[in-house]
């Protein structure tokens, strides 16, 4: 027993042992600031931090996540708190699965990550409503954001509860857990004067309630000018370097970094070069910042009706540096992770003195940290969006490429330059799949479909009738993002909308954000609005038979709006006029005060035919194909494997997917972005803006939706469907996301790798450019090189091509040092491959595959 009892106390310890080491050192203690930073358990840190929403991936994929930002040199991450995911009904809390905030807090800190805690409770972030829930604007006499008791009791009530929640498990910093920064708000100050004199007492009373709360961290307002002592005022933005905190006594912090942007259904995609998000970052280090997070480093996915806009898509990649699926997108994580070393090896410098900026020419500066005891580091920015320079620094020649900083840790030596990526680049596709039971399919992976019918109109004992037009959030408090309108029209010949069976006009006004008419139960006409204008307007020519015609209206929502000053009180749905014009006489008959039949939601709905079970279900020979209102079913394995699992919905209109009853969300690939706008290629010169760099014009504007792996079991998963407006289930297919071709191309004149860098300048010296390749999974070894070239190479990964000089020894030399290993190490010089092109500045291209 002695002995058991030695053996289990040493595993305690062994235990212990293991969680100090994975924890950071400065865990524990009252997180506090002054101007050049946050204190942490009484160290003043410089702090990289990225966004990653808990609800936008699974449980499952969580410890990867994590563990793939501190790689990429995070030290914190960011989440807010979404009021209705956890509240949606009042009084009702649901904190299980994907809603698990206080696990997701855990792992962070398990990992060796403090967590930034934006609770809000308004969040924007693209989600339905904001991140409100529908039953807060019922609430009698309730104004939204403003000093309006109701509202402020409410907030109050949340608010405490997430910060009760996180205290009972001892998650905050000053208990020892890693929580080092709450928000409380969210860009109110971006639309603040709407609410005039009542937002200023609202943002004082909100200060006061947060900071009550007694959780021994600070707390942030972003974008607000105004935030009262004790509360830090942040920036949000492209860029935030020019941005000054309220009070010299605040630190300058950057709470979100948009590593990309959003995606609308019917719009291109945008994308944000890495070099612009690391000039970005390394100027806002250069100019005294200490606190900077990406948002989004993993954007996720919009399960469910979780997204907002109106008509952001389901998949909410950003563009980030870890993509929708969990996997690095490459050279933007791998740049940024060198950004933030060579940021690291500043830190000593920087958090002991402030900045002196000196202007080295025009649109050229230097910047130096210099403490007493001699520790000194420095950038050198060019500004200018056109032109390199060469300037001089501490008597050395540095050249600068347009819109670059260059990184000197130790005030001489540059480790790093914003414009010059050492990094890998890897090419992600989607890899369809073919059945398993069929060697000679090559798209189909689905078979046995069945399907049920939605009927067209009234169909549920919930209708009710009213005199007039009703608007729709307020009739289905979002319980459903559908709302049908019905009418009867009694003719009897002698109307004047009756014209000897030619055809009328209905025309509809609505609210958005998409519309299904049909007439005698036949689709007549659709509509639909857009992220820029959601409302609707349409004119459906119609034929009118004698006798009771029925008019019968879907009014859609795509996500409910989720920024600006009063955006709960923006509507949706047919307000109406609802006429019939190009009558008989001329005359138009308005409908619109007629006594109309509502029914929230579908049938099907009702039934709950999402999860696969009903006993309605019918399967035909005929599958109805390019039909409106179907619901479709079907079953089919999982690929194998551990690759990231999609489905391509290509072929189909719109609507929403189910896979074993959880929901993947809305689709809609029949929504198409305009055919101009878009490049090839994006100068990342210049300020930025989601315009700049657009892809997919003339494409889908998604097609691919996220399947996560622990939804899927190895058979007979069940894929169910609600096609809106007609498709072909038989197109969709199962894809994988996989990872093509790794390349990288290095200059000649490129600073050493950052993980190479040294405090001993004749090591520095003896130590030159290196092109790295490394495989993306563990078990992956280099087989192909598709490439490489040491010269003049032109063009990017997956196209590159000799230029007018290439060395004859590069592919054997690269086939022999990389085929057969995970990763290699090449050092970029003409000792190594010769000189092709004496005089010249060349550069060493290479494309490898993995298997």
Not at 569 to 598: C, E, F, H, I, M
Request: aromatic share 12%.
């Amino acid at each position: 027993m002695r002995g058991g009892g030695a053996v289990a106390a040493t595993m305690v310890f062994l235990q212990f042992l293991f969680w100090a080491l994975m924890l950071p050192s400065c865990f524990g203690g009252n997180v506090t600031y002054d101007h050049r930073g946050l204190v942490i358990g009484g160290k003043r840190r410089v702090l990289v931090s990225g966004s990653m929403h808990y609800m936008r991936s699974t449980p499952q994929m969580w410890p990867d996540l994590i563990q793939k930002s501190k790689d990429g040199g995070l030290d914190v991450i960011q989440t807010f708190v979404f009021w209705n995911l956890h509240e949606p009904v009042r009084g009702q809390y649901d904190f299980e699965g994907r809603k698990d905030l206080v696990k997701f807090v855990k792992l962070a800190g398990e990992a060796g990550l403090f967590v930034h805690l934006r609770i809000g409770p308004y969040a924007c972030a693209e989600w339905n409503y904001g991140g409100f829930p529908l039953w807060l604007h019922f609430i009698p006499g309730i104004v939204f954001r403003t000093d309006n008791e109701p509202f402020k009791a409410e907030m109050r009530r949340f608010t405490a509860k997430i910060v009760n929640m996180m205290k009972q498990e001892n998650l905050y910093a000053s208990q020892g857990g890693p929580i080092i920064l709450s928000q409380i708000e969210n860009e109110y100050g971006n639309i603040d004067s709407a609410y005039g004199e009542s937002a200023k007492t609202y943002i004082s009373w909100a200060a006061a309630m947060a900071t009550s709360l007694d959780t021994g961290v600070p707390w942030v307002m972003c974008q607000q000018s105004d935030a009262p002592n004790p509360i830090i005022n942040t920036c949000n933005g492209f860029y935030c370097d020019q941005f000054t905190p309220n009070s010299n006594n605040k630190p300058k912090m950057w709470t979100e970094n948009w590593s990309g942007w959003f995606s609308s259904f019917g719009d291109p995609v945008p994308y944000r070069p890495v070099e612009d998000i690391a000039f970005s970052t390394a100027r806002f280090y250069q100019l005294g910042g200490m606190f900077l997070n990406y948002y989004m480093y993993h954007g996720g996915t919009n399960f469910g009706r979780t997204s907002g806009g109106p008509f952001i898509t389901t998949s909410y990649d950003y563009d980030a540096p870890i993509d929708e699926y969990g996997l690095l997108r490459q050279p933007k994580w791998g740049h940024l992770k060198d950004v933030h070393k060579a940021i690291k090896l500043c830190e000593g410098a920087l958090v002991a003195t402030d900045p002196e900026t000196t202007s080295l020419g025009s649109n050229l500066e230097a910047t130096v940290y210099k403490t007493e005891s001699g520790v000194c580091a420095a950038f050198l920015a060019n500004v200018d969006s056109q032109s390199e320079a060469t300037v001089n620094f501490n008597g050395n020649s540095y050249h600068l490429p347009a819109w670059s900083v260059s990184i000197l840790p130790d005030c001489k030596t540059v480790v790093l330059n914003t414009a010059k990526i050492n990094s890998l680049a890897t090419i992600s596709e989607f890899v369809h799949q073919s059945s398993i039971d069929d060697s000679t399919a090559t798209d189909t992976f689905l078979s046995g479909w069945s399907w049920i019918h939605e009927p067209i109109g009234i169909s549920t004992d919930s209708s009710f009738m009213k005199l007039g037009l009703l608007e729709q959030i307020n009739t289905t408090a979002d319980q459903s993002d559908y709302l049908w309108y019905s009418l009867s029209i009694e003719t009897k010949g002698d109307e004047p909308f009756m014209q000897d069976g030619s055809q009328t006009v209905l025309h509809v006004d609505s609210l958005g954000h998409a519309l299904y008419v049909f007439l005698n139960k036949e689709l007549a006409g659709s509509a639909k609005g857009r992220n820029s204008e959601p409302k609707v307007s349409v004119d459906v020519p119609i034929s009118l038979i004698h006798g009771r015609n029925k008019i019968d209206l879907l009014s859609l929502t795509v996500g409910l709006q989720n920024y600006g000053a009063y955006f709960d009180k923006k509507g949706a749905g047919v307000t109406g006029p609802v006429q019939l014009k190009g009558l008989r006489n001329g005359s138009t008959v308005d409908l619109s005060s007629q006594q109309w039949t509502y029914q929230i939601g579908l049938r099907g709905e009702e039934l709950a035919l999402s999860s696969g079970t009903s006993s309605l279900w019918v399967s035909q020979p005929t599958l109805p194909k390019d039909q409106p209102l179907v619901w479709y079913k079907t079953t089919f394995d999982a690929p194998t494997g551990i690759s990231p699992v999609a489905l391509d919905f290509s072929g189909m209109g719109k609507g929403q997917a189910w896979i074993n009853g959880q929901s993947i969300g809305r689709y809609w690939p029949k929504y198409t972005a305009p055919d101009s706008g878009c490049t090839d290629s994006c100068n990342y010169r210049g300020s930025f803006s989601p315009s700049k760099c657009m892809k997919n014009c003339g494409q889908p504007t998604q097609k691919f939706y996220h399947v996560p792996r622990s939804w899927l079991q190895a058979s007979e998963n069940v894929l169910v469907l609600f096609e809106e407006m007609g498709g072909d289930p038989e197109q969709i297919s199962l894809a994988t996301r996989e990872t093509g071709s790794i390349c990288s191309q290095i200059l000649e004149t490129h600073p050493m790798e950052v993980d190479m860098w040294t405090t001993d300048q004749k090591s520095r010296s003896r130590t030159g450019p290196t092109l790295s390749l490394n495989c993306p999974f563990p078990n992956q070894v280099m087989s192909e090189i598709k490439f490489a070239s040491f010269g003049t190479p032109h063009g990017t990964c997956g196209s590159f091509s000799h230029g007018r000089c290439s060395s004859e020894k590069a592919l054997s030399i690269v086939q022999k040092t990389c085929i057969g290993s995970r990763s290699c190490r090449i050092g970029v010089s003409v000792d190594t491959f010769g000189d092709p092109c004496r005089g010249m500045i060349k550069s060493l291209a290479v494309e490898a595959s993995c298997s």
